[in-house]
């Protein structure tokens, strides 16, 4: 099955959320409670995205995969 270049993007932004989840968690279990806040930003960031169109981790893909279509652009 051919991959689109939307979906290598929507599955790179997955990847990054979920890393930043990741780390997130572990650092707080092993180095202080107060690394939840990254997780509480990037939840925040993901709920206000749809209503703003505009999302950090896009922003930067879109800028790296200039020839694909742009996605919350926040246009």
């Given at each position: 099955?051919?991959?689109?270049?939307?979906?290598?993007?929507?599955?790179?932004h997955d990847a990054i959320v979920g890393v930043l989840y990741?780390?997130?968690?572990?650092?707080?279990?092993?180095?202080?409670?107060?690394?939840?806040?990254?997780?509480?930003?990037?939840?925040?960031?993901?709920?206000?995205?749809?209503?703003?169109?505009f999302c950090p981790v896009y922003f930067i893909l879109n800028?790296?995969?200039?020839?694909?279509?742009?996605?919350?652009?926040?246009?």
């Open positions: 099955m051919k991959t689109t270049h939307s979906q290598t993007k929507i599955r790179l990741l780390t997130s968690v572990i650092l707080a279990f092993t180095v202080s409670i107060q690394w939840l806040y990254m997780a509480g930003a990037v939840a925040a960031l993901q709920i206000i995205s749809p209503v703003t169109k800028k790296l995969m200039p020839g694909t279509e742009p996605i919350q652009d926040g246009s």
